[in-house]
């Protein structure tokens, strides 16, 4: 199967939302998960929890040890995080071409901003709400970031299209 599906996409347009309607909770490597397990809540200036981003190197490390595990064994992955950075992205990619994957990405910045922001302001748990600066900053980043070459991008459009369309193209259905 040796196939990574990654996200792009702000905190909020959708991408744990489209992995529970697809299935692949299973198969899925959350660095917010990891964020909480190794560093609990933060607790903001006005009494709020978000999810703290106090130990990222740690974090990443780790998912590149389950992503090197799994893609020893060959199996079918996906990675939820935003990947606003062609160096994060490229450093994805680099490992999942080693070991002889192809990589998928579905494209959530064609989400508009308004939207994203309206839906992050709904989510649930609310420590999983993000500022609006944020949210501001990861489209400005989409804007110049761009997506390294070996990555096959699918863009999103909607949930039933965009499933039908990644069943056609990465053919799997794990």
Same mark, same amino acid.
């Given at each position: 199967?040796?196939?990574?599906?990654?996200?792009?996409?702000?905190?909020?347009?959708?991408k744990?939302?489209?992995?529970?309607?697809?299935?692949?909770?299973?198969y899925?490597?959350?660095?917010?998960?990891?964020?909480?397990?190794?560093?609990?809540?933060?607790?903001?200036?006005?009494?709020?929890?978000?999810?703290?981003?106090?130990?990222?190197? @740690?974090?990443?490390?780790?998912?590149?040890? =389950?992503?090197? +595990?799994? !893609?020893?064994?060959? &199996?079918? /992955?996906?990675?939820?995080?935003?990947?606003?950075?062609?160096?994060?992205?490229?450093?994805?990619?680099?490992?999942?071409?080693?070991?002889?994957y192809?990589?998928?990405?579905?494209?959530?910045?064609?989400?508009?901003?308004?939207?994203?922001?309206?839906?992050?302001?709904?989510?649930?748990?609310?420590?999983?709400?993000?500022?609006?600066?944020?949210?501001?900053?990861?489209?400005?980043?989409f @804007?110049?970031?761009?997506?390294?070459?070996? =990555?096959?991008v +699918?863009? !999103?459009?909607?949930? &039933?299209? /965009?499933?039908?369309?990644?069943?056609?193209?990465?053919?799997i259905?794990?």
């Amino acid at each position: 199967m040796r196939t990574l599906v990654l996200f792009r996409g702000c905190p909020g347009c959708g991408k744990s939302t489209f992995i529970e309607y697809m299935g692949w909770e299973p198969y899925t490597i959350s660095p917010d998960h990891i964020r909480v397990m190794m560093g609990s809540l933060a607790t903001n200036l006005d009494g709020t929890y978000s999810i703290t981003t106090k130990h990222e190197s @740690a974090v990443w490390d780790l998912v590149f040890e =389950i992503l090197k +595990i799994r !893609f020893e064994k060959g &199996e079918f /992955t996906v990675v939820d995080s935003t990947n606003s950075k062609t160096e994060d992205m490229t450093r994805l990619r680099n490992l999942a071409v080693e070991y002889k994957y192809r990589v998928f990405l579905i494209d959530m910045t064609t989400i508009p901003k308004e939207q994203v922001s309206k839906q992050n302001s709904i989510r649930f748990p609310k420590y999983k709400r993000v500022a609006e600066y944020v949210i501001d900053r990861q489209y400005a980043r989409f @804007a110049t970031q761009k997506i390294p070459n070996r =990555i096959t991008v +699918i863009p !999103f459009t909607t949930k &039933e299209d /965009t499933a039908n369309r990644i069943m056609d193209v990465i053919q799997i259905k794990p």
